[in-house]
């Protein structure tokens, strides 16, 4: 589905990803874990395109992406949500939400809507408040919401728990679960918050200066491999 060969990203003179490798399952749920600073953004974004890699290959749905510029990646069903989610403030929920299908062919956006927001009801009575004003949870939806509604194959999500209150994690978590289950959809989302982490993600992969260093199912995930890799 998506595989990451020996992938190096550098800011200037710094490399950050040294030689990463990553196979994920179409249908799987993956955790990409790592203390601050080993590079898991940075592997994101380069995934998307945001980033150039200076050497190693990207595929996607067997097609080799890595020359591909961001919007054409996200044209062949490779979803993003930013760490810090880049909701348009000054748009409403509803255009931040169309915002989602510009640029996707054949996306009819009010069945879309209908659909996307089924999974995240809480928005409905927000439809027409600016983006800005909502909570930090409600928009963390907004911005999963809103990759949705391109029809994404994968979601790439970073940090989706950052800033926000714990029952909403919760929800969040099963409500992203909820979707790749019943969609199929692929999921590879960075967190710091395991709890989060263990709740929707069906493995794990663990980054240590730019490589994976530990990676198996979540069930596995052991004690000593977090005192290893994750406390601080
Ligand atoms: N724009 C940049 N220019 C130079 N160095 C950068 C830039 N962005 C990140 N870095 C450096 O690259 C390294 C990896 O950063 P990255 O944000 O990818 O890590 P991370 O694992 O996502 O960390 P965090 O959990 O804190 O977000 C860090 O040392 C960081 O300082």
Known sequence: ?????????SYGKS????????????????????????????FLKSAIGILPISSGSLRFNGED????KTFKRSEAG??????GREIIPMLTVKENLELGALGHKGIHIDS??????????????????????????LQQQLALARCLMGKPR???????????????????????????VETGITIAVVEQNLKFARRLADNYVI????IIVSEGRMIDLSEDVIKQYLSV
Do not use: C
């Open 65 to 68: 992406i890595t020359k591909r």
């Open 154 to 180: 994968m979601m790439l999500l970073d940090e989706p728990t950052e800033g926000i209150q714990p029952n909403v994690v919760i929800e969040i978590a099963d409500t992203l679960k909820k979707i790749a």
């Open 1 to 9: 589905m998506f595989i990451a060969e020996n992938v190096q990203v």
């Open 15 to 42: 490399r950050v990803i040294n030689g990463l490798s990553l196979h994920v399952k179409e249908g799987s749920r993956t955790a990409i874990l790592g203390r601050n600073g080993v590079g898991k953004t940075t």
């Open 112 to 137: 879309r809507m209908e659909w996307v927001l089924e999974y995240f009801p809480a928005l409905k009575v927000h439809m027409s408040r600016n983006g800005g004003v909502l909570s930090g949870g």
């Open 78 to 83: 490779l979803g993003y949500v930013p760490q």
């Open 207 to 210: 980054m240590q200066k730019g």
